[in-house]
């Protein structure tokens, strides 16, 4: 089983910008996919950003485009999320998550078998 920690989060203004770290311990595989979802109160949790790790492919929530960027390191097995731009409508916890074969279907919330404590990200107006 894979283990995550998650680093960054905290409170901005909107309009600022955060970034989110999430590093892995444990090892991966080719199918691996790593990225981060999100909660907000009284709110199912929501796909954010992922990066599929054997070719590099990049997914974004809709919401997010434009705003958002995962970027990696592979080095340390590392996945970050920088977020400019940010909107109160981004307020969430934030889970960084990864899974062995999530990299076949990188949007689905199941996919992913191991998850982080989940930080939390607040936007004020």
């Known amino acids: 089983q894979v283990q995550l920690v998650e680093s960054g989060g905290g409170l901005v203004q909107a309009g600022g910008s955060l970034r989110l770290s999430c590093v892995a311990s444990?090892?991966?595989?080719?199918?691996?996919?790593m990225g981060w979802f999100r909660q907000a109160p009284g709110k199912e949790r929501e796909f954010v950003a992922t990066?599929?790790?054997?070719?590099?492919?990049?997914y974004y929530a809709d919401s997010v485009k434009g705003r958002f960027t995962i970027s990696r390191d592979n080095a340390k097995i590392t996945v970050d999320l920088q977020m400019n731009s940010l909107k109160p409508e981004d307020t969430a916890i934030y889970y960084c998550?990864?899974?062995?074969?999530?990299?076949?279907?990188?949007?689905?919330?199941?996919?992913?078998?191991?998850w982080g404590q989940g930080t939390q990200v607040t936007v004020s107006s």
């Open positions: 990066m599929r790790w054997w070719d590099g492919s990049i």
């Open positions: 444990g090892g991966t595989s080719n199918n691996y996919a």
């Open positions: 998550a990864a899974g062995a074969s999530a990299g076949l279907r990188p949007l689905l919330q199941r996919a992913y078998a191991s």
